[in-house]
């Protein structure tokens, strides 16, 4: 018997092969006690954060990102030194300080942030520069999304051919004059006089792969977000998750993990032997109780083997060694960290140029 292949049939197949073929990488980059992100796609770049250490050591921060991002444009020259989009979860300088010199040395085509800041206006720290498209955030917005995600080309910003990411914004600044009660859970405008409970939200989607970014969002704008979500708290389960607020005791509960279900999870904090003002020692990040959280979490990948690293209890001012069975990362321990997934849904951790 003889078998005839369609001219469509092998269009199909080789279209097949192609997108299972298709990656994405994730850098969770090494600038101490900041954050900086970079996705990286077939068809552009997305950051999360652009911050530099504070007090101690932050024009070396700021450098060490730069160095990054220069390597990784030499590797990826079809990018034109362009980054698609800075999503900027709020405005400490932890998060946004390194804008200027990204701008002034990389063509940015858009920032979103929002208009909640205590030290930092990202507006400022762009210096207006043209070109650069500036989209705020506001909870009111992405609660007239609800629950699908605030979806603007600001935010998402590619038209990939296939199987380009899927980025959404779940929150923005909170703006609460009087006591407000969600389903059963009541807050008051001082619960959100800190900078970091107006963190954005961010879930990005790459087939059947997908990661969570929180910010510094801590206790109270966490029992606040999964308030506004009841019934669809399903929308944030991913298979990796950013550590809240470097890692802090306050800023990963288990009603969030409970939602998250994650597989991997990675703390950016700043290497613990580094000392003074803004550091991670002078912080105590990462925090023993959250690591241990996260090391015994069920839905956590485990470790083929286990790795002895260093956490602060809260307690002693110097940090102890504590022993991480599952896929748990931290820049502090690792320097950068990078995750490749793909459409199908497996991640694995190396070190790609």
């Not at 279209?15 to 298709?22: A, I, K």
């Amino acid at each position: 018997m003889i078998f005839r292949i369609s001219h469509v049939t092998i269009v199909l197949l080789l279209f097949s092969l192609s997108v299972l073929g298709q990656s994405m990488k994730a850098h969770f980059i090494d600038i101490d006690q900041a954050d900086a992100t970079l996705l990286e796609f077939e068809c552009g770049v997305v950051m999360i954060d652009a911050g530099s250490q504070v007090f101690t050591n932050s024009k070396k921060s700021t450098e060490k990102l730069i160095n990054y991002l220069d390597a990784f444009f030499e590797r990826r020259t079809d990018l034109n030194k362009t980054i698609n989009t800075i999503l900027i979860t709020h405005n400490h300088y932890d998060h946004n300080e390194s804008l200027n010199e990204i701008s002034d040395k990389y063509k940015v085509l858009n920032v979103v942030s929002t208009e909640n800041y205590n030290t930092n206006d990202v507006q400022y720290l762009i210096n207006n520069e043209e070109g650069v498209e500036h989209r705020y955030l506001t909870y009111s917005d992405a609660l007239s999304k609800k629950p699908n995600g605030m979806y603007y080309k600001q935010i998402d910003p590619f038209d990939c051919d296939d199987n380009g990411p899927v980025i959404k914004v779940f929150t923005g600044m909170v703006e609460i004059d009087e006591p407000v009660e969600v389903n059963g859970h009541k807050f008051y405008k001082s619960h959100f006089s800190n900078p970091n409970n107006h963190s954005l939200v961010i879930k990005v989607v790459y087939g059947e792969s997908s990661f969570l970014f929180t910010g510094d969002l801590e206790d109270e704008g966490i029992e606040y977000l999964l308030a506004n979500y009841y019934g669809n708290e399903e929308i944030f389960e991913a298979d990796v998750y950013q550590v809240g607020h470097h890692g802090s005791s306050n800023a990963t509960t288990s009603e969030l993990l409970k939602v998250i279900k994650p597989k991997y999870a990675v703390i950016s904090a700043g290497f613990s032997g580094d000392r003074g003002k803004g550091t991670g020692w002078d912080h105590g990040h990462p925090n023993k109780g959250v690591v241990k959280m996260l090391n015994e979490w069920d839905t956590m990948i485990k470790s083929e083997m286990g790795k002895k690293v260093l956490v602060f209890d809260g307690q002693e001012t110097e940090p102890i060694e504590f022993e991480v069975v599952s896929n748990l990362y931290c820049t502090c321990w690792e320097n950068n960290v990078i995750l490749k997934a793909d459409v199908e849904g497996n991640i694995e951790v190396g070190n790609w140029p």
